[in-house]
């Protein structure tokens, strides 16, 4: 036999038992005394049986009130816990955030940012997929990621962009080489020097390709890579 019992019901059946006293009762619920009354009778209808022996001076459990006390105890903090739960929930402090980054991104300025946000929020799960640009914009485009951290998309993605810092590419030299020192060089240096590019993928590569468009230059790599170690 299924029986449907509703939270109210439950938390105004243990309040009663707590307090032995229908005035004492309501009182604590903010309830008035028949209202509580009506309560209990519906929920003795829906059990079938008696929950309370009632006298002129005191409310006393019934054999089937003492067995209901036990679980209706159980149930209303399985009730409280799961609600209390999602309302952590939706305040942001529990559940989970996956943000997908570029590999440079992930590495440096990631750590330090999900240290400082997991002391306000130490419940919230944070998952990283580290990837090339097409794949960060995959992710959220498809919902495996709730953020990505990349460069601008095309105006044809439909996706909301928001600039939040802006990095400048700089030229690495040994110290004895004749560029090393020279200040700031045009792309052009790289006409007579082997040039390693990223993978077409990349956020790098995009970049590079269309500085070297811009400047009416032809520079063909030497070999081309995903991922750059440090």
């Known amino acids: 036999m299924r029986i449907s019992l509703t939270p109210q019901q439950l938390s105004a059946f243990l ?10 009762a309501a009182r604590q619920l903010g309830v008035s005394q028949p209202a509580l009354s009506r309560t209990v009778q519906q929920l003795e209808e829906v059990i079938g049986q008696r929950l309370f022996d009632r006298t002129t001076r005191s409310v006393a459990l019934t054999p089937t009130g003492q067995e ?13 816990s799961s609600f209390g739960e999602l309302a952590r929930f939706v305040a942001g402090r529990r559940g989970r955030v996956a943000v997908a980054a570029l590999p440079s991104i992930a590495v440096v300025l990631l750590p330090p940012a999900i240290a400082c946000y997991r002391e306000d929020h130490p419940d919230v799960e944070v998952a990283i997929m ?5 794949s960060v914009l995959d992710a959220v485009a498809e919902g495996r990621a709730d953020i990505g951290l990349t460069i601008k998309p095309s105006p044809r993605a439909t996706l909301s962009y928001r600039p939040l810092m802006s990095d400048e590419f700089g030229l690495v030299c040994r110290p004895g ?6 200040g700031a ?4 240096v790289f006409v007579q020097r ?21 400047a009416g230059l032809s520079i063909p790599p030497l070999y081309g890579c995903a991922f750059l170690s440090r």
């Open 185 to 188: 060089l045009p792309w052009s």
């Open 130 to 134: 580290d990837g090339l640009s097409g």
């Open 15 to 24: 309040r009663l038992a707590r307090t032995g006293s229908f005035s004492g």
């Open 194 to 214: 082997p040039f390693v590019a990223m993978a077409p993928e990349s956020s790098v590569r995009q970049m590079t390709d269309a500085a070297f468009l811009q």
């Open 68 to 80: 209901l006390l036990p679980i209706a105890e159980r149930l209303v903090a399985e009730f409280d």
């Open 177 to 182: 080489d004749e560029l090393a020192g020279e």
